[in-house]
């Protein structure tokens, strides 16, 4: 699971890396930013310390099994990434993990550093031997919905989770206001999907490759 903040990977695949975690799959949280911007008046030292701890707390609610952070800068993603050779680090962990699946930030998304993440991730991909390579499937934060129909989808019934999700989300109360906007559309696309597929609630991921 690739995200950019500290509370990504929660609004856009909470309830799926839940199920992924309780069928016994390994799940890897990558997170690229503390989000130290969130908080300009306090030191950057706390706000990574309080964030990381909320990411943490987080991943022991939904049964995620490793947090990576990187502590990228907000709005200067590829410039760090590139400076300090994170693609290295990133290359080592696919190469040793295997995953069969990544899931990262939608190309439509109109947020700079998810845009920055979904670029890394097209990058990597290219970069791995060909018989590596996992699937890949996009999931959307900022973007109310998605029109690239053109690729495939999967839904994941994620209504015994939801709960789950819904505590994982409550572990970021340092975010309490600047996620009011994506967590309404978590809800709306929650039960939109799920409507889908007969549900309480889904999740739905394109799959760009």
Known sequence: MFGAHSDDFV???GGTLAKFAEEG???????FSFGQMSHPWIKEEVVKQMRSKEAIDACNVLGINRLVFYGLGELKFMEEYKGR?????LMQ????????????????DPHPDH???HQITLELWDKLPKANRPEIYTYSIWNPVSL????????????????????????YRSQKFHIIYPVILLFFRSFLE??????????KFFRIK
């Open 11 to 13: 609004i856009g695949a």
């Open 25 to 31: 799959k390994k799940v890897i949280s990558v997170v």
């Open 85 to 89: 050779n994170i693609e290295k680090e």
């Open 93 to 108: 962990l696919l190469e040793t993990e295997k995953p069969s699946k990544i899931f990262t930030h939608s190309q439509e």
């Open 115 to 117: 845009k920055s993440v």
């Open 148 to 171: 690239r129909n053109d690729y495939p989808y999967i839904f994941y019934n994620t209504t015994p989770y939801f709960g789950k999700k819904l505590k994982a989300l409550n572990t």
């Open 194 to 203: 799920g409507i889908k597929i007969r549900a309480f609630s889904g999740e």
